[in-house]
């Protein structure tokens, strides 16, 4: 059973602070890995995505994976009240069919 | 360029009734995903075309569904005697290619379906 879990939140972040979102995968077969940002009534965006261990930085958001401890997270630098949505992490395999999603967390970020 | 489209938007039916949903991937996309997303629940993976062939199905939840995708564009999901529990929104994305790995899935905005 392929599973991504994530902690449902609410995370509360003060302005401009760093917002840490965490999320393990059971799959050890998982190759590649994606962030999400669902604001409520919309449809997922993709933020970005990562399949080599260690950091990948795009503008104020970084992700990081570690496939030893199966444990992928996204931080974000000098966060906004924009940035108010639920992150939903997603896990795929290389030829593949769709993503599996955990359940999001709900991040505010309080002015 | 033009993104995912999907409709209707919203659909209210009656259970038992059949309903069908389109989807219009962005242009030159091959692959082709359906998901469902239910009242606080994560994404749920349906189905996917590689081209207008599906290779794994299993993820359709029960017979009653199902979907085709013709000439390598349009696809069209069909629920067959919709039942209260298939109330959710149904979400289409499309990618360049079908691999995993990096391609990127672009959503839809969705197909609200309430089932009364």
């Known amino acids: 059973q392929k599973e991504v879990e994530q902690n449902s939140g609410p995370l509360s972040v003060p302005e401009g602070a760093i917002a840490s979102l965490n999320c393990t995968y059971s799959d050890r077969g998982s190759q590649s890995f994606f962030w999400y940002r669902q604001y409520s009534g919309k449809s997922p965006e993709l933020i970005m995505f990562i399949y080599s261990n260690g950091d990948k930085e795009d503008g104020r958001f970084t992700a990081q994976l570690n496939k030893a401890s199966q444990y992928v997270s996204l931080l974000i630098r000098d966060s906004q009240p924009s940035d108010s949505a639920t992150y939903l992490c997603?896990?795929?395999?290389?030829?593949?069919?769709?993503?599996?999603f955990g359940k999001g967390t709900h991040l505010i970020i309080q002015p | 360029g033009a993104g995912v489209s999907q409709s209707p938007s919203n659909k209210v039916t009656e259970k038992g009734k059949d309903v069908e949903l389109r989807c219009d991937p962005i242009s030159g996309h091959t692959a082709l995903y359906w998901y469902r997303q239910s009242l606080g629940q994560g994404l749920e993976f349906l189905i996917y075309?590689?081209?207008?062939?599906?290779?794994?199905k299993s993820g359709l939840p029960s017979d009653r569904f199902s979907a085709e995708r013709t000439g390598g564009s349009v696809s069209t999901l069909t629920i067959q005697r919709t039942q209260q529990e298939d109330s959710a929104v149904y979400l289409c994305?499309?990618?360049?290619?079908?691999?995993?790995?990096?391609?990127?899935?672009?959503f839809g905005p969705g197909t609200r379906l309430t089932v009364l």
């Open positions: 994305a499309s990618s360049p290619s079908a691999g995993g790995g990096t391609d990127t899935q672009y």
């Open positions: 997603a896990a795929t395999k290389w030829g593949a069919d769709g993503l599996t």
């Open positions: 075309f590689q081209g207008n062939s599906a290779p794994d």
